[in-house]
């Protein structure tokens, strides 16, 4: 199994600035990587697949870059509706793995 | 728009058993592959299943092989999942997630999930 590690756990940061969150894999899974975004009492929402492929509706703040182990996620001006818990997941293998997700924070 | 609402979730002692179901709309249910996530209070995400769309292919977490089934029923519209020799550690959240067009490890459009609770 993929074992997908996350840092920082908890990332604190103000409206406005940016954060970069990152994402490690155990082995290369090429470019299948997603990211979700989940916030308190809510479902999952997909942000990226492919690494850096944008879902339908995720603003232009958003970015993910990287392959193989090393994956990034950053946004570039904090909004308020952005302080949530980030999640990257690996599809390049079965079973499909996530990682324990970072909380960006005020 | 695409709609997933997971039902069957609630209390059960060790050892038991629960079937939830994921009734879906809104999407041509026959043509995607639907997988199962759960979500311990308070901890991540764990995926736990996956069924192709025509039903024929299914692959599961280590944690639940054995013990969990996944199956659909294309003309209902409706995913389930069989949980049996519940454990503690099977309380969470599940939910089930429609994949995209385009890949089946991309988990697109989720439902609100369902809460299976483990306890004597």
């Known amino acids: 199994e993929i074992v997908m590690t996350q840092s920082p756990a908890t990332l604190s940061v103000s409206p406005g600035e940016r954060a970069t969150l990152s994402c490690r894999a155990s082995q290369s899974v090429s470019s299948k990587l997603a990211w979700y975004q989940q916030k308190p009492g809510q479902a999952p929402r997909l942000l990226f697949y492919g690494a850096s492929t944008r879902a339908t509706g995720i603003p232009a703040r958003f970015s993910g870059s990287g392959s193989g182990t090393e994956f990034t996620l950053t946004i570039s001006s904090l909004q308020s509706e952005d302080f949530a818990v980030y999640y990257c997941?690996?599809?390049?293998?079965?079973?499909?793995?996530f990682g324990g997700g970072t909380t960006v924070g005020i | 728009q695409v709609q997933l609402v997971e039902s069957g979730g609630g209390v059960v002692q060790p050892g038991g058993s629960l079937r939830l179901s994921c009734a879906a709309s809104?999407?041509?249910?026959?043509?995607?592959?639907i997988h199962w996530v759960r979500q311990a209070p308070g901890k991540g995400l764990e995926w736990v299943a996956f069924i192709r769309d025509d039903g024929n292919t299914k692959y599961y977490a280590d944690s639940v092989k054995g013990r969990f089934t996944i199956s659909r029923d294309n003309s209902k519209n409706t995913l389930y999942l069989q949980l049996n020799s519940l454990r503690v550690d099977d309380t969470a959240v599940y939910h089930c997630?429609?994949?995209?067009?385009?890949?089946?490890?991309?988990?697109?459009?989720w439902g609100q999930g369902t809460l299976v609770t483990v306890s004597s």
């Open positions: 997630a429609k994949v995209t067009s385009s890949s089946w490890g991309t988990l697109e459009d």
């Open positions: 997941q690996q599809y390049n293998n079965w079973p499909l793995s």
């Open positions: 809104g999407f041509t249910f026959r043509s995607y592959g």
